[in-house]
């Protein structure tokens, strides 16, 4: 009996102990796929970098740095939200060059209370890409910074349909430079023939405390007049499956081409490739002149079947192929939802299968229509591998604004494979950091490889970036050099350009910096918050308010401006339902 009772009780100890490991394992937090934390740091594709460069940009990697608090409020903090600035948070005022902001607050997890799905997100099945947020970066450990350019705004249009619906976008949707490049800065043109203008100015942040500037670079396009432009050839390739019924999608992808069928000339050329369960063409290459005929086949598409996007790409490239206009702009024009659920539905194994058609000179551009079942990762990629741009049209006046006002700028292009490189200056700036452009990255010592991919630009397009910089107390001189290198589309001729940024050029005080810098500034602003970006310094959507009225002022009729500042107020009263 004592032995069965000595058994009984090692059983039941051992039984505790089992027990007392799986609840403990039950309760230890487990890390996301999508935490952002993982990749806050991440500067792209900058791995072929030194390690020393990453933990110099850290701010656990610096003294200064470590001994900021590290905001950790609970779970359902707004970080965009409406409350006061923790004193704790400010910037610190020493002079330190390894002196780093603090990290921002982690992302909410809150929604607003508008009958959420049972998953708590509004829309089903919608997928982004998380390409993290760029570091700090020492300057004496690497004093370049080298991107493609990009005149992509599908982020800015995706962020509208979601505050249309009474929601804040998902954070993992924001992409900081399709907010800044939806925009007209006003940038002077080009002169002495040259294709591009570079524009720089430097002033105090407005957010990151004694110490911290925000330098803006921008890069205006040579406008050309529309009768001007190169004779086109556009291929429609066109999403007719059953998820294009939703929301009357199919219908506005009709109205939105209409739109620019009205446009074009009569030695452009049109044709139309239809994708569902399987594709078709229903329209060969057909002249402009012939609107009628287009007309009619766009207004006959009917939503069925399933997606299978390569098949419609397949005999929309094979079109494309046959119609090639030599020395004009040859396009293929994508409208879907993005979602592809049938035939090939990787996104790398459709940019192989098309390499060789955009490297002839076919252009990708891809158009997004509709909110739930959309896959926004698969559109701006096939784009930005197809050497074309992507656009989210959310509202008729979008449509109007891509394919009528800026139509010659959507098909002409005046730059191929364009990069900028910005060198800073060690002994003026000790840290920097580019706002935005993560999935962009170009490597330093592919500034002059012309063999590598960049950006296309068209005409009249603008490019702008923002960085935050850490100046050296008291230096004096250059800031930083500016250098945007970019093939000619109709030769092999590569154009280089330089200016230079100076110290003298700085703005002594943000209240004396140009409209235009506060404008791009309150953008980039707008959307760190929205992205919960670490370094967004504590400030809310209320200040950024503020400081796009202030903007506005020189821009009082520009109705892209007020309807940024009524989009921040819509918001902002979001959040603070939150």
Not at 92 to 115: F, K, L
Not at 535 to 558: K, M, N, P, Y
Request: glycine letters at 6%; a negative charge; aromatic letters at 8%.
């Amino acid at each position: 009996m004592k032995r069965r009772n000595s058994i009984l009780i090692a059983l039941i100890i051992c039984l505790t102990l089992v027990l007392t490991a799986c609840g403990g394992a039950a309760g230890t937090p487990t890390s996301s796929t999508t935490d952002r934390s993982n990749t806050a740091n991440q500067h792209s594709n900058r791995q072929n970098k030194s390690s020393e460069n990453s933990a110099a940009a850290s701010p656990a990697a610096s003294p200064a740095a470590s001994a900021m608090p590290q905001a950790s409020p609970p779970p359902n903090t707004v970080a965009a939200g409406a409350a006061a600035r923790p004193a704790a948070e400010a910037p610190a005022a020493d002079s330190s060059r390894d002196a780093q902001p603090p990290a921002a607050h982690p992302r909410p997890t809150a929604r607003p209370d508008r009958s959420p799905r049972p998953d708590d997100e509004p829309y089903d099945s919608t997928f982004y890409r998380n390409y993290g947020v760029n570091p700090f970066v020492d300057t004496l450990e690497d004093p370049r910074s080298t991107f493609a350019m990009d005149v992509d705004t599908a982020s800015y249009g995706v962020m509208r349909r979601y505050l249309a619906d009474g929601y804040l976008p998902d954070p993992d949707s924001v992409r900081v430079e399709e907010y800044l490049n939806s925009f007209n800065y006003r940038y002077p043109q080009p002169e002495d023939g040259s294709m591009f203008a570079v524009y720089t100015e430097a002033a105090p942040s407005p957010f990151g405390g004694k110490g911290y500037d925000m330098v803006q670079i921008g890069i205006q396009g040579r406008t050309i007049q529309e009768e001007d432009r190169a004779p086109a050839s556009l291929t429609f390739v066109i999403d007719v499956s059953g998820s294009m019924e939703r929301e009357e999608r199919l219908e506005t992808v009709k109205q939105a081409l209409a739109l620019l069928v009205e446009q074009l000339r009569a030695d452009d050329q049109i044709g139309i490739v239809v994708y569902g369960s399987d594709a078709r063409s229903i329209l060969p290459p057909t002249s402009g002149a012939n609107k009628g005929r287009i007309l009619s086949a766009i207004d006959e598409l009917q939503p069925s079947g399933s997606t299978n996007v390569e098949a419609g790409l397949d005999i929309g490239f094979a079109q494309a192929e046959e119609a090639f206009v030599p020395d004009g702009n040859n396009m293929i024009l994508l409208c879907s939802d993005g979602v592809a659920n049938n035939g090939v539905t990787d996104p790398e194994t459709l940019l192989q299968t098309y390499r060789r058609y955009t490297s002839q000179g076919i252009k990708l551009s891809t158009y997004g229509f509709g909110m739930g079942n959309f896959n926004d990762e698969l559109m701006e990629r096939l784009a930005d591998a197809g050497n074309g741009i992507y656009s989210y049209i959310d509202t008729l006046d979008e449509a109007e604004r891509v394919f009528v006002h800026n139509l010659t700028g959507t098909l002409q292009l005046i730059a191929r494979d364009a990069k900028i490189q910005v060198e800073f200056n060690p002994d003026v700036v000790s840290h920097y950091r580019l706002i935005g452009y993560e999935n962009r990255d170009v490597t330093d010592q592919d500034f002059r490889n012309d063999s590598v991919d960049a950006g296309e630009v068209g005409a009249g397009h603008s490019v702008t970036a923002l960085y935050e910089i850490r100046r050296v107390p008291d230096a004096t001189g250059d800031i930083a050099t500016v250098r945007i290198r970019y093939h000619q589309p109709d030769n092999s001729k590569i154009i280089e350009e330089t200016q230079t940024l100076r110290s003298e050029d700085r703005r002594a005080s943000f209240g004396r910096a140009s409209g235009r810098f506060k404008l791009a500034v309150s953008v980039a602003q707008y959307a760190e918050l929205l992205r919960h970006s670490r370094w967004f310094q504590g400030s809310t959507l209320d200040d950024v308010v503020e400081l796009a009225h202030e903007a506005q002022r020189d821009f009082e009729r520009d109705p892209d401006v007020t309807e940024f500042i009524r989009l921040l107020e819509t918001a902002a009263s979001l959040a603070r339902a939150e």
